[in-house]
DNA sequence: CAAAAACTGTACCGGCGGTGCAGTAAAATG
DNA sequence: CATTTTACTGCACCGCCGGTACAGTTTTTG
């Protein structure tokens, strides 16, 4: 990685967290650059504007979260043949992972994406869309796999319990923000296991 | 209702719409007193500064969604005596209250202050804090009277399950609003709904 | 009709996002 | 080693925004 790819990594490290606890909007370029201990005109050597700052962190984290969740399934997958159980490992090792994190997860970029909407353009919208359809479609396939198996023992739309697995932790990240509990975001992802448990296992005791 | 208050429920509707889409930090004092076609010494007349606002949306906020929820478990509970059912037929109640939202949930104004917690003070913080608080005692009272009489299927901790009412509509907001589609809320709290059937509810065929 | 409530008008401050552009130090390249 | 490219610095400037201060005016209400 060059010098310039370095300050674009720090910059992006800086502006994400303060993204995730004061909002796109509230994230002055001052206190960046202050903070990485670069001027104003070096920060816009690497970004053209605010917009491509988002757009770039946006990338970078969705790209990372798709790496850790690679991670994480595929080990499960190695850990167990059938779909089923290597799911539960996956959601098993993904509420240790997020239990691990000293000062719980930090935030989710996606969701303050939603919740800043107005301030990005449709690029970054549809960059965060694509994201979220790209996580369904993992989980779904996943699912399918396992339903093929095991009949669901209460009728359920495929796509809406893959999309569960990530609405499970962006509600999970709120509650621990909410409640400065960064546990729960792990107790809510084993309470969906529980219910993949209760919905596929043939007889649970 | 005397003028003043309709001026600042007024204010507020005005920046909690802004505030949901845009996030408080970019949310301009200039563009609130335009929609609402008053001077900027009109609003500092009702609020102090931005933060005694924000309060005073989020408390706003907070009792109308105690008052919806009361609403839809009470009469619930009116429909059905045994608890089990009561709570089953609350989710069904709340899932439909959602998606005839015409344009979607707006957005929760808890999330907001969780993504925005560096702009808040303490008093804010609290504030949000407690409401969370709230949500988990009314969900765990009616969960601990479904537990004594139907024993559950897998361990649960009741107070993570209390919590995952507010965890799927957070969630499900956030799936919403980055996919564009209002019915996903919906689906994830009859998915939640499914889970506690499963967990709960002796015989489901 | 008087008092209180609900504003308007004006002037001002410092900070911020952003632009533009000239200059320069450091790193990579031939 | 020289040259080009990369990675910046420095500076001047613009308009918007949150917020302050305060005097004056209209509207509502008891």
């Known amino acids: 990685m060059g010098k310039g790819q370095q300050t674009r990594e720090r910059l992006m490290d800086i502006a994400e967290a303060s993204v995730l606890t004061k909002g796109f909007g ?16 070096g920060f816009f050597y690497h970004f053209r504007d605010k917009n491509e700052l988002a757009r770039a962190m946006l990338l970078r984290y969705v790209e990372n ?9 595929d080990r499960a997958r190695e850990l167990h043949d059938d779909p089923l159980h290597a799911f539960l490992i996956g959601l098993k090792l993904f509420a240790e992972m997020m239990a691990d994190l000293p000062s719980g997860h930090p935030g989710c970029l996606v969701a303050t994406v939603c919740y800043n909407e107005r301030l990005f353009d449709q690029k970054i919208r549809d960059l965060n869309e694509r994201a979220v359809l790209a996580w369904r479609e993992r989980f779904l396939t996943e699912l399918r796999a396992i339903a093929e198996i095991y009949p669901p023992k209460d009728k359920v739309n495929l796509e809406a319990l893959a999309d569960m697995v990530s609405s499970t932790v962006e509600g999970g990240i709120v509650m621990s923000k909410a409640l400065g509990q960064p546990k ?15 919905l596929f ?3 649970v005791n």
């Open 26 to 41: 509230a994230t002055s370029i001052d206190e960046i650059i202050a903070e990485a201990e670069i001027t104003k005109s």
């Open 65 to 73: 979260e798709d790496k850790v969740l690679d991670e994480i399934f």
């Open 184 to 198: 729960i975001l792990a107790e809510q992802i084993l309470l969906f296991r529980s219910y993949v448990k209760l």
């Open 201 to 203: 296992l043939p007889a």
